[in-house]
Nanobody, 118 residues
Framework: QVQLVESGGGLAQPGGSLRLSCAASGFSFRFYTMSWYRQVPGKGRELVATITSNAGSTNYLDSVKGRFTISRDDARNTVYLQMNSLKPEDTAVYYC???????????WGQGTQVTVSS
């Protein structure tokens, strides 16, 4: 079955770094656009970063540009989010997302908590 399993979340100090990973299985990963979303209590999910299939292009939420980097390893069926210069406002549950626009398929991971606090 389809699985997206996030890891790498936790507690970081302001200015620190974390690297999130999302291991995918059960679908043809290399053909899917992969994204990271985040959500804080009481608010909707916010798109943080996207990388297209074949790593053709990336896009970022304005507030994370220059600090976060999304990448993918199609051989390992894994997408990453390198988060540097973390701020308290980056605190959220981060979700991995896979989408195939032509097939109208979308999958979500279970989420991983990121807390930025001193």
């Amino acid at each position: 079955q389809v699985q997206l399993v996030e890891s790498g979340g936790g507690l970081a100090q302001p200015g620190g770094s974390l690297r999130l990973s999302c291991a995918a299985s059960g679908f043809s990963f290399r053909f899917y656009t992969m994204s990271w979303y985040r959500q804080v209590p009481g608010k909707g999910r916010e798109l943080v970063a996207t990388i297209t299939s074949n790593a053709g292009s990336t896009n970022y939420l304005d507030s994370v540009k220059g600090r976060f980097t999304i990448s993918r390893d199609d051989a390992r069926n894994t997408v990453y989010l390198q988060m540097n210069s973390l701020k308290p406002e980056d605190t959220a549950v981060y979700y991995c997302n896979a989408e195939h626009h032509l097939l109208s398929r979308m999958y979500w991971g279970q989420g991983t908590q990121v807390t930025v606090s001193s």
